[in-house]
């Protein structure tokens, strides 16, 4: 029979085998994006249309390209998170990072998806000038999908697909969401 001890015992060795504890430093072609976990739901971004991002309108985490002022990508993803929806995760748990993947058009670059637990958090999120909308999603939220040919997910009329849809997926298999 398996107990709530063993489960938390087992759950935690899923997770130390699923997430980086190290913080990766950094540097030209990284970036990090947050997956923040707040009571059983995922915080998920729509980009803001603008010209010249590739990524223009899709479906992500808070998060952006290193910068030469940070120390680490940690800090990265912190002042990304500030920035893009005016979240300060200094405070919330750090649980990892999940091993570096990178986006079909941008293969150099490795991304990096800090998970953190911010139960203290409330739901309010400020969506600044990069983010058209924010919203938290639940398992639930998520049906399998196809877009442009490829695994997706659909959430509630948004489409999340590609690097985002690849880190959703390690975070379930991991057991984190």
């Known amino acids: 029979m398996l107990t ?3 489960l938390i015992i087992f759950l935690s060795a899923v997770w130390y085998m699923c997430l980086q504890k190290e ?3 950094g540097g030209p072609n990284t970036a990090a ?3 923040i976990l707040r009571g059983g739901k995922l915080l998920v971004i729509k980009r803001a249309e603008r010209p010249g991002d590739p990524w223009s309108g899709q479906i992500g985490f808070p998060g ?3 910068e030469p002022g940070d120390a680490d990508l940690r800090k990265t993803v912190i002042r990304e998170a500030r920035e893009e929806v005016g979240v300060d995760l200094e405070e919330a748990e750090l649980l990892g990072a999940l091993g570096p993947d990178s986006p079909m058009n ?3 670059l490795k991304v990096y998806s800090f998970v953190f ?3 203290a958090m409330g739901e ?3 969506p600044g000038e990069e983010v058209a909308a924010a919203r938290w999603i639940s398992r639930l939220d998520l049906a399998e999908a196809a877009f442009r040919g490829r695994p997706a997910f659909s959430a509630g009329g948004w489409i999340i697909w590609g690097l ?3 880190f959703i997926k390690r975070l379930i298999d991991c057991g984190l969401f």
């Open 23 to 25: 913080v990766p430093p």
């Open 106 to 108: 941008a293969p150099t």
């Open 64 to 66: 952006g390209h290193w």
């Open 124 to 126: 309010e999120v400020r």
């Open 4 to 6: 709530p001890g063993v």
């Open 164 to 166: 985002t849809y690849r």
């Open 117 to 119: 637990r911010a139960d």
């Open 33 to 35: 994006v947050a997956a």
